[in-house]
């Protein structure tokens, strides 16, 4: 059976994740225990009593950890990826989970790089706005036609009939005036700390590029599908200059799962926490199954449910 793993970013995040399975699974407990950060990351997972999970410097640790402990809870039971893509910073789980950076190592260059996107955020009345039911074109006439208050664009293709924009706020709200115009159906302000993957991000990529000068990158021994191709990469491009961009360019994350699709994979598995990306294969994908996987019963029936869904899609 051909994998494919999709790894979550940033906002499914929530206490409690990977509680059960740190109690239940030694690999699981290694990862995290083996750890090195500035802060109780189990704390912040499993409880956090001083509500830290979703600042960007702690949320992006914890979710690297946590996809990595249970990549190793689902290595041993044999199920592997062939091919493995993430969400913006799911795409650091999915390089850990191709070889190229081990556990230890993926988990302290996101805590450095959440802290990088939290400085590069800080002081920026900034916004982002999920965008649905408005095709790309007239989206991104709406983003051209609102840059005049400042910096506007299309920062995630997420999948078909959602799109997100982030920005400048005044640009921001702007653009989503002119896409309700357009006909959009709604325009959903989301929670976040920043306009990621705008160019309002470059100083954490100028941060992130002398940084990779210290981490050493190993060739990825499955195939990755890279956030700002939509694509597996060519020998013209490394992999930390395609990081260094993927923090300051759009998310093509539609693509991607078009591309693991046009790979091959039998099924795709989510590893959360949280289902966003298995709404996006659906959207984007349906004739592919998709399930995702963030507990101890999501794993024990995984094996089970993989067989299921490709049994009605045969």
Same mark, same amino acid.
């Given at each position: 059976?051909k994998?494919?793993?999709? +790894?979550?970013?940033? *906002?499914? %995040?929530?206490?409690?994740?990977?509680?059960?399975? +740190? &109690?239940?699974?030694?690999?699981?407990?290694?990862?995290?225990?083996?750890?090195?950060?500035?802060?109780?990351l189990?704390e912040?997972?499993?409880?956090?009593?001083?509500?830290?999970?979703?600042?960007?410097? +702690?949320?992006?640790?914890?979710?690297?950890?946590? =996809?990595?402990?249970?990549?190793?809870?689902?290595?041993?039971?044999?199920?592997?990826?062939?091919? =493995?893509? @993430?969400?913006?910073? @799911?795409?650091?789980?999915?390089?850990?989970?191709?070889?190229?950076?081990?556990?230890?190592? =993926?988990?302290?260059?996101?805590?450095?790089?959440?802290?990088?996107?939290?400085?590069?955020?800080?002081?920026?009345?900034s916004?982002?706005?999920?965008?649905? $039911?408005?095709?790309?074109?007239?989206?991104?006439?709406?983003?051209?036609?609102?840059?005049?208050?400042?910096?506007v664009?299309?920062?995630?293709? $997420?999948?078909? *009939?959602?799109?997100?924009?982030? @920005?400048?706020?005044?640009?921001?709200?702007?653009? !989503?005036?002119?896409?309700?115009?357009?006909?959009?159906?709604?325009?959903?302000p989301?929670?976040?700390s920043?306009?990621? &993957?705008?160019?309002?991000?470059?100083?954490?990529?100028?941060?992130?590029?002398? &940084?990779?000068?210290?981490? !050493?990158? &190993?060739?990825? %021994?499955?195939?990755?599908?890279?956030?700002?191709?939509?694509?597996?990469?060519?020998?013209?491009?490394?992999?930390?200059?395609?990081?260094?961009?993927?923090?300051?360019?759009?998310?093509?994350?539609?693509? !991607?799962?078009?591309?693991?699709?046009?790979?091959?994979?039998?099924?795709?598995v989510e590893? @959360?926490?949280?289902?966003?990306?298995?709404g996006?294969?659906?959207?984007?994908?349906?004739?592919?199954?998709?399930?995702?996987v963030?507990?101890?019963?999501?794993v024990?029936?995984?094996?089970?449910?993989?067989?299921?869904?490709?049994?009605?899609?045969?």
């Open positions: 059976m994998l494919g793993f999709l +790894y979550a970013g940033q *906002g499914s %995040q929530h206490p409690g994740m990977g509680a059960d399975l +740190y &109690h239940a699974y030694g690999a699981f407990r290694a990862v995290l225990d083996s750890a090195e950060v500035d802060f109780d189990k912040v997972c499993f409880t956090d009593s001083r509500g830290l999970i979703n600042r960007t410097r +702690y949320t992006q640790p914890c979710m690297v950890v946590f =996809a990595a402990g249970l990549t190793a809870v689902l290595r041993e039971k044999g199920v592997v990826p062939a091919v =493995a893509a @993430g969400l913006s910073l @799911g795409e650091y789980s999915a390089l850990h989970a191709a070889g190229v950076l081990d556990a230890a190592t =993926a988990v302290k260059l996101v805590a450095f790089r959440g802290r990088a996107m939290e400085e590069a955020a800080a002081g920026r009345e916004a982002m706005v999920a965008v649905l $039911n408005l095709d790309r074109a007239p989206l991104q006439e709406a983003c051209e036609a609102a840059s005049d208050l400042g910096c664009v299309i920062c995630n293709y $997420n999948c078909p *009939g959602q799109l997100v924009i982030g @920005g400048e706020k005044a640009a921001v709200e702007k653009a !989503s005036a002119l896409a309700k115009e357009k006909g959009a159906r709604r325009c959903l989301l929670k976040v920043g306009p990621f &993957h705008t160019p309002l991000m470059a100083p954490a990529g100028d941060a992130l590029a002398e &940084h990779f000068k210290t981490i !050493s990158f &190993h060739e990825p %021994q499955i195939p990755v599908i890279f956030n700002c191709l939509g694509d597996v990469k060519d020998d013209s491009i490394t992999i930390p200059q395609l990081l260094v961009r993927q923090v300051q360019s759009s998310v093509f994350m539609e693509d !991607s799962i078009r591309k693991m699709a046009a790979m091959g994979v039998d099924a795709i590893i @959360g926490p949280g289902k966003a990306l298995s996006f294969v659906k959207k984007t994908v349906p004739e592919i199954p998709v399930t995702a963030e507990t101890v019963a999501d024990e029936a995984l094996a089970d449910t993989l067989n299921a869904l490709i049994k009605e899609r045969a």
